[in-house]
């Protein structure tokens, strides 16, 4: 099964902007589809952004147009670029396909 590792997570001023990244050990390229979580304070994980093995990209109401979700199947990484981050969207933030346990996350704290 391969492992994923999210990392990129910090502290940002609202406006800014990241990029999280997502490891694998393995190749992706046959995982239909991979995806983006987060769990806000005192919250549940929710959904983000997924996209799938042909590029095909879905979006959650309140990041869409902010966020977008890549891979670069090379290099086994999965990608979400975050601009006009909003306190909102502070999280935890997972990356996972299906059938895969929750890895540890990586902070995004959006605050001035």
């Known amino acids: 099964q391969v492992q994923l590792v999210e990392s990129g997570g910090g502290l940002v001023q609202p406006g800014g902007s990241l990029r999280l990244s997502c490891a694998a050990s393995?190749?992706?390229?046959?995982?239909?589809?991979m995806g983006w979580y987060r769990q806000p304070p005192g919250k549940q994980r929710e959904f983000v952004a997924t996209i799938t093995t042909d590029g095909n990209t879905y979006y959650a109401d309140s990041v869409r147009g902010r966020f977008t979700i890549s891979k670069d199947n090379a290099k086994n990484t999965m990608y979400l670029q975050m601009n006009t981050l909003k306190p909102e969207d502070t999280a935890v933030y997972y990356c996972?396909?299906?059938?895969?346990?929750w890895g540890q996350g990586t902070q995004v704290t959006v605050s001035s």
């Open positions: 393995g190749s992706i390229l046959r995982i239909p589809i």
């Open positions: 996972n396909y299906p059938g895969q346990p």
